[in-house]
Nanobody
Framework: QVQLVESGGGLVQAGGSLRLSCAAS????????VGWFRQATGKEREFVVA???????????DYADSVKGRFTISRDNTKNTVYLQMNSLKPEDTAVYYC?????????????????WGQGTQVSVSS
């Protein structure tokens, strides 16, 4: 069982930055794929980015086109935490951001394949 807790959301002006954190329980969290998804009001949940453990200290990251070059995912296994650094934020990035985790995923961009979810953190970007 893995429990996830997101933090770091808030209100920021367009062009600003935020760093979200996803803290997890579980001794083997470093081997989990962790994804960030977001859901804006009235819209479906969408994939943002995911980081997948490949082996050893190697991870693979996949980004949605809408955030490439602006968002960066990283993980600190000593803290069982995955971070999402969000730069050059735009009003269209406004949403509730969720982190999710699972192992042995076939499709890391598909929300339904993740077993564990956090409660979400609100990110609001003003124009």
């Amino acid at each position: 069982q893995v429990q996830l807790v997101e933090s770091g959301g808030g209100l920021v002006q367009a062009g600003g930055s935020l760093r979200l954190s996803c803290a997890a329980s579980g001794r083997t969290f470093s081997t989990y794929t962790v994804g960030w998804f977001r859901q804006a009001t009235g819209k479906e949940r969408e994939f943002v980015v995911a980081i997948k453990w490949i082996g050893g200290s190697t991870n693979y990251a996949d980004y949605a086109d809408s955030v490439k070059g602006r968002f960066t995912i990283s993980r600190d296994n000593t803290k069982n935490t995955v971070y999402l650094q969000m730069n050059s934020l735009k009003p269209e990035d406004t949403a509730v951001y969720y982190c999710a985790a699972s192992r042995n995923l076939r499709r890391i961009v598909v929300a339904s394949e993740y077993n564990y979810w956090g409660q979400g953190t609100q990110v609001s970007v003003s124009s």
